[in-house]
């Protein structure tokens, strides 16, 4: 039995039921404040005034009442269903036009099983018949009424916050939408100012090769000393000018290259060559750079097979800036350019050097646009910072890997991975 106390509202015309109602509730030991009303008006005008008022009527004591979602001052309403001044059904009507949601358990006479059920429909929580009434059945009735009520007010709670918090989900992901339609806009007006950079680029790079070209010409054609010869002095500046002119037209056809890739301005040309000549044909291109700093240049090609289907001068630029930075970053000893075949349908090539190496938490970072190790202006070593970038771009172009080995002052090692045959 619950240890509660329960405030009813016992609304019954007759006094004798009204007495057997007390002691069987007396009888099951169920602890229950009552207040008698006896007729359909009282019953209306006592819950009018309970409600308005919750402090009213000192006999309650409140602390002890179950706890429940409303505010109502009662708990349960026992309800005669045939009273002098209204029957059963028009109260129930009545009490619920007061909007006080209470649970309501009607008390029938004998034969009233079918008014039951409309009373039921009307809202009761549950019905007893009079002549049936025990302590047991009372007490049960009441308790069990209670807890329904209560259990249905709670997941009525619970829903009410779901629909509210469905109500703010629905606002969020109005919110989110904006959002995305925000970013949406943004990333097109992104991508059209990053084609206006790429452009740009490329057309000043186009435009900066023809006077770099001149200025070399020219410088060629002085260092030929033809008709007058020149003095050491001459010749020395001259040279400068020349050398310069070749770094500075090396960096603008990077930049060219790189707005090409990046504007999706550049074509993959598959076509039958020998990797195994264009490979030999490179290095010897590059000999004089590595013979300038003393380092001994090599080759170990091993390819049973060495025609490859790809295109012969995306391979021979990859060669070029894995061969330049190799010999740029290595100060002494050897560098090596390997050649193998992984299966028949993958063939790798490698850049090893001996130089200055790089450190693990730089590995991912050389890959980047216009980043280098070093991106101080004091640096030793010049450049855009944009071969390893297309590099890397004209390999995944082809469907190829390339990876990176490399430990500080002990070397680096480049490797390609390509299909032997591009897959158009």
């Not at 609304?11 to 039921?17: L, N, S």
């Not at 002098?84 to 309501?104: K, Q, R, T, W």
């Not at 310069?244 to 039958?272: H, T, V």
């Amino acid at each position: 039995m619950s240890e509660e106390q329960f405030s009813i509202l016992l609304v019954d015309d007759d006094e004798v039921d009204r007495l057997i109602i007390k002691r069987a509730l007396k009888k099951a030991g169920f602890p229950a404040l009552l207040v008698e009303v006896n007729n359909g008006q009282g019953a209306i005008a006592e819950l009018q005034a309970r409600s308005n008022d919750l402090v009213g009527a000192s006999e309650f004591t409140f602390s002890s009442r179950p706890t429940s979602p409303t505010n109502n001052i009662f708990d349960l309403v026992l309800l005669d269903y045939r009273l002098p001044d209204i029957d059963g059904l028009h109260l129930i009507a009545e009490i619920n036009a007061l909007n006080l949601d209470l649970p309501i358990i009607v008390l029938t006479g004998q034969g009233d099983e079918e008014i039951a059920v409309e009373i039921m429909k009307a809202g009761a929580s549950d019905y007893l018949q009079k002549s049936k009434i025990e302590a047991s059945n009372l007490s049960k009735a009441i308790d069990n009424a209670v807890r329904i009520y209560q259990a249905e007010k709670e997941v009525e709670l619970v829903n009410q916050r779901l629909r509210a918090s469905n109500e703010l989900l629905v606002l969020k992901n109005r919110e989110l939408e904006k959002q995305k339609q925000k970013i949406k806009l943004q990333n097109i007006q992104l991508k059209k100012a990053y084609k206006l950079k790429s452009e740009f680029l490329a057309t000043m790079s186009h435009e900066l090769r023809t006077p770099m070209n001149a200025i070399m010409g020219f410088s060629q054609l002085l260092l030929r000393q033809y008709p007058d010869p020149l003095s050491p002095q001459q010749e020395n500046l001259i040279q400068r000018i020349f050398s310069n002119s070749k770094n500075l037209l090396n960096m603008i056809n990077e930049m060219l290259d790189f707005s090409k890739i990046e504007s999706g301005n550049i074509d993959l040309n598959p076509q039958k060559f020998d990797l195994n000549y264009l490979i030999k044909l490179t290095v010897e291109e590059l000999r004089s750079l590595a013979v300038q700093k003393q380092l001994n240049l090599v080759t170990d090609i091993d390819l049973r097979n060495q025609f490859l289907v790809q295109d012969s001068n995306f391979i021979k630029r990859i060669l070029i800036n894995l061969l330049s930075n190799a010999i740029k970053f290595t100060e002494s000893g050897e560098i090596k350019v390997k050649a193998c075949e992984i299966n028949d349908t993958t063939v790798a090539f490698s850049v090893i050097d001996t130089g200055m190496g790089i450190a693990p938490e730089n590995c991912d970072k050389i890959w980047q646009a216009f980043r280098q190790v070093d991106q101080t202006f004091t640096r030793q070593h010049s450049g855009t910072g944009l071969g390893l970038a297309i590099t890397k771009s004209l390999v995944t172009m082809m469907g190829g890997k390339i990876f990176l080995e490399s430990e500080l002052d002990k070397g680096s090692t480049f490797t390609v991975e390509i299909p032997r045959r591009y897959d158009v």
